[in-house]
């Protein structure tokens, strides 16, 4: 008979003191991987739980993680490697950064989840508050998927319009609405809309190229009636790195003042990472509404919509349009975010992390340049993406000149070499507070002899 159920828990074993957690150390020689891949994917979809780690796009299989501190991150055998996927964001602070840990380690301790409120969710509204002069109230929900799904929703009950626009590569999370020319994992795919999205509802999203403003005013002049909202990333990540023209985001927030539709700016990325205050701090523009993500929760999941008073009134329990979560506003991850933001308030990381970041990218180019290779290097802050392509990369169709077969290639030598890349050339490099001087040597040197292997 096959065992259905699990032996049944008794009262003892529910009273039981916390179990220690188990010994990480293991010797390189003798570690072993617990499942193979061809495991992996028999249990799970793709052997992940999110497409663009099953290395897809530039080949061969994944390494499974067993931990991560700091700068490094470290595989199922004991393997370091140095990160500059750092989860996606997150963690601009390095991997368990120790104020990080401690919060969670008190947190946890009291609870990890109450569906009651708690001082901490009000706390945390402040500090994003602190950081978003633009943003009056927040609702925090569990994941930037759903602050954006849910920053649309308020902005169409708000405006009582139907239509989106938003820009081709831009991505904001996998909502049904917005899997329209998003960057990310379907531009990685090739996949220009989703199977599963109805055809009248991505009818609702128009998606426009990337700064450029000429074809937002002509739109609008046409139809803005009937558009709720223009979403942005103020700095695209999901494209590889593609920072804004000069002037885009000023014209954008000039042309939604006069057509009366609402600006998102999605910072899921961009939050606390251009700036405290995010890309709107930086380049001195106010949305109507601002998403957060990644950074916000310190790496558990944890996301956030605010902006303006009288749109954020709509929501229920306020308001008429509904939105909800069983897990928002979760002690722990709120914990995580009050001290990763705590950290970050005093905004002097940033200039750190800048220097740091050019540090890499400037000797790399000037090498690039001296022996002709035809790459791109975007940076701003302390993200970067390398193009393969000949051509400056300023929007989605630039971005995709680009020679993905090349990255690919560049990507598994680094990877041999103990430098953990993005698995596809349409995502950004993270750098962090963790990375230090010999870190980003390490990567120079590694680098250079990657381009001249592939080149
Ligand atoms: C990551 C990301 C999202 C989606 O966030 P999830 O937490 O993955 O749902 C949305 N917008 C942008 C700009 C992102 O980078």
């Known amino acids: 008979m096959t ?55 530039v080949g061969g299989e994944p390494f499974f993680v067993s931990r991560a501190r700091g700068s490094k991150i470290f595989d199922s055998r004991g393997k370091a490697y140095l990160d500059y996927v750092m989860s996606w964001g997150p963690h601009i602070l390095g991997h368990g950064h120790p104020a990080v840990i401690r919060a969670l380690k008190k947190a946890v301790e009291c609870g990890t989840s109450f569906g009651a409120p708690t001082w901490q969710e009000v706390e945390l509204a402040c500090l994003v508050k602190e950081a978003f002069p633009s943003i009056d109230k927040v609702r925090f929900v569990s994941s930037g998927t759903e602050a954006v799904m849910s920053a649309v929703r308020v902005a169409r009950g708000f405006t009582g319009r ?19 020319k998003a960057g990310s994992g379907s531009a990685t795919f090739g996949i220009p809309d989703s199977k599963g999205v109805p055809e009248e509802l991505a009818g609702l999203t128009v998606s426009l190229p990337y700064n450029q403003t000429e074809p937002v ?12 909202c223009l979403l942005v990333e103020p700095v695209a990540g999901n494209m590889g790195l593609v920072p804004p023209a000069e002037g885009f ?11 009366r539709v609402a600006l998102i700016f999605d910072e899921v990325i961009s939050g606390f990472r251009a700036a405290f205050g995010g890309a709107q701090e930086l380049f001195g ?6 998403c957060l993500g990644k950074i916000l929760g310190g790496g558990l999941p944890l996301g956030a919509f605010g902006g303006r008073e009288e749109i954020m009134n709509r929501l229920s329990p306020e308001g008429d349009v509904y939105q909800a979560g069983t897990l928002s506003g979760n002690p722990l991850a709120t914990a995580c975010g009050i001290a990763m933001l705590t950290k970050l308030r005093s905004g002097k ?11 890499l990218v400037e000797p790399l180019r000037n090498f690039a340049r001296q022996k002709k290779y035809p790459i791109q290097i975007n ?13 400056p990369v300023c929007d989605y169709q630039s971005a995709k000149s680009s020679d993905t077969a090349r990255y690919a290639k560049f990507f598994h030598f680094l990877l041999k070499n103990g430098i953990f890349f993005p698995p ?15 870190d980003i040597r390490k990567t120079l040197d590694i680098a250079r002899k990657a381009l001249q292997e592939i080149f």
């Open 217 to 228: 005013e002509k739109l609008f002049r046409q139809e803005a009636n009937q558009i709720a």
């Open 379 to 391: 940076v701003s802050g302390s993200l970067f993406t390398v193009f393969f392509t000949p051509e």
């Open 349 to 359: 990381i940033y200039k750190d992390l800048k220097k740091k970041t050019s540090s």
């Open 249 to 259: 985001l000023k014209t954008l927030r000039e042309i939604c003042t006069r057509y």
């Open 162 to 180: 139907k239509k989106i626009v938003k820009f081709n590569g831009c991505y904001h999370g996998h909502s049904d609405a917005l899997l329209v």
């Open 285 to 290: 523009v106010k949305p109507d509404l601002t």
């Open 424 to 438: 596809s050339q349409f995502e950004c490099c993270f750098v962090s507070a963790a990375h230090n001087p010999a």
């Open 3 to 57: 065992k259905m159920f699990a032996k049944p828990t008794t009262r003892s074993s529910l009273n039981e003191r916390p179990a220690r957690p188990p010994k990480a150390k293991q010797s390189r020689a003798t570690a072993r991987d617990k499942y193979s891949f061809k495991e992996a994917c028999r249990h799970l979809v793709g052997g992940v739980n999110s497409p663009v780690r099953a290395f897809k796009a």
